[in-house]
């Protein structure tokens, strides 16, 4: 086993719960600690990573969609290159969204129950039981809508996690053994596909981040060095769209070969 | 000199078994290929291979019963698993059933022998790791 993903729908019980299983396992916590150094390699402001984690874009808060997507391309970049390394924990960064299909990452989610949740977030704001259910379910609903927008996943849908803890029945204790002990399962064992799918998943977000500095509607898949870039134009901009997207993802380390394919209509998603 | 490993290489493509048979070779590999999985478990019935190699998607057999059959016939041999169908699901039943790697078609005749050599390791049998040098990809 070497990739825990950890998320809740409590901030504070996710930060917890990864922490104590770093504790158990002697492996390394990955988590909003990188934002700092992801800031200063792309030369963003920290908190604005760190902003577009939970807010999505809006005229209210002056993050315009394509920065936004741009500076989540980077986070996801640099958290799928430290992903390559073994025996890992990660929280908060959203890798429960955007790590697919590498079988030996375990997402787990651990639920914070409606008992503990509300009387956490009671105790925690000195606000009654009734408001803080009112709060919890709020913030639910602004998680699944920020996950939908991001990622085009709903993070509150359990289906897309391998492990679901709820609080309510299981102490965090016995959660924390129930996760540590999942370690052993053979099923999420690094093998060579996984590893080849996550340095697939690293090289495609390298790229996507080089292309949404300076332009929008960009999907990127990657396979052992070719890339292949999905995005749209007018028939008036096309030539010049495929040049520059062959010169930026071309210059991205690792990339051998791009194709890029463009699609004329300007609505509805790229796929 | 140490004896060579002794390697079943099943899949029903016969260009598959054409282009890593001689990548083995070059490692000390004694290398026997198979089209049939009938055939090859006929063979396995009758020797103790170190590791095996199948395909997983085959018409009379697929590679998890192949799997199933060497476990319980000789436990201590090591099966790889090669597929142009891999999925995370297969992947995870796969490892789950004790494969000791699983591997994505296409892919270079060095990835199958990064994995040769750590099953190697694995049984106790290293082989020299100056062997390995980059070559084409096999489909």
């Known amino acids: 086993m070497s990739i825990f993903i950890i998320s809740s729908d409590a901030r504070e019980i996710e930060e917890n719960i990864a922490e104590k299983v770093v504790e158990t396992m ?15 390699k792309h030369q963003i402001d920290a908190d604005k990573l760190s902003e577009a984690l ?26 799928l290159e430290k992903l390559m390394a073994d025996n890992i924990v990660c929280q908060g960064l959203a890798a429960h969204l955007y790590v697919t299909d590498v079988s030996h990452a375990m997402k787990v989610r651990v639920l914070s129950g409606n008992r503990q949740g509300i009387l956490g977030v009671a105790e925690k704001k000195g606000i009654s039981l009734h408001k803080a259910e009112k709060w919890l379910a709020s913030e639910l609903m602004q998680q699944k809508k920020w996950s939908l927008a991001a990622y085009n996943y709903d993070e ?20 924390v053994k129930t996760i540590t002990g999942a ?14 799918c ?41 030539r010049k ?14 990339v051998s070969y791009v194709e890029v394919h463009v699609k004329k209509n300007i609505l509805g998603e790229i796929n | 000199m140490t004896k060579p490993l002794e390697v079943l290489l099943l899949d029903d ?39 095996v190699v199948t395909d997983i998607r085959m018409e009379e057999m697929d590679g998890l019963q192949v799997l199933d059959h060497v476990q319980k016939t000789w436990p201590r041999t090591k ?61």
């Open chain 2, 13 to 51: 493509e016969p260009i598959v078994g054409r282009r890593l048979k001689p990548a083995l070779d070059k490692i000390g590999c004694r290398v026997e290929v198979f089209q049939s999985p009938k055939e090859a478990v006929a063979r396995i019935d009758e020797k103790e291979f170190d590791i």
């Open chain 1, 26 to 40: 002697g492996y390394t916590l990955l988590n909003r600690d990188i934002l700092a150094t992801v800031a200063a």
């Open chain 1, 198 to 238: 996550l340095s697939d998943l690293a090289l495609a977000a390298k790229v996507n981040g080089a292309l949404l500095k300076s332009m929008a509607d960009i999907r990127v898949q990657a396979r052992d060095g070719s890339v292949v870039v999905l995005t749209r134009a007018s028939n008036r901009q096309k």
């Open chain 1, 241 to 254: 769209k495929i040049e520059t997207i062959k010169e930026l993802a071309g210059s991205v380390e690792g």
């Open chain 1, 183 to 196: 370690a052993e399962y053979r099923k999420f064992q690094v093998m060579t596909y996984s590893m080849k």
């Open chain 2, 79 to 139: 099966v790889i698993m090669i597929t142009g169908y891999a999925k995370v699901d297969l992947a995870r039943e796969a490892m789950g059933k004790g494969v000791f790697d699983f591997i994505a078609k296409p892919f270079k005749p060095d990835d199958l022998r990064r994995i040769i050599f750590r099953a190697a390791e694995a049984l106790g049998s290293p082989i020299d790791s100056s062997l390995l040098n980059e070559e084409p990809v096999a489909q």
């Open chain 1, 156 to 175: 509150t849908d359990l289906t897309r996690y391998d492990l679901v803890i709820n609080l309510d029945q299981i102490d965090p204790t016995e959660a």
């Open chain 1, 54 to 79: 939970k807010t999505t874009p809006s005229l209210f808060n002056k993050l315009p969609s394509q920065q936004w997507r741009y500076y989540l391309a980077c986070i996801e970049a640099d958290v």
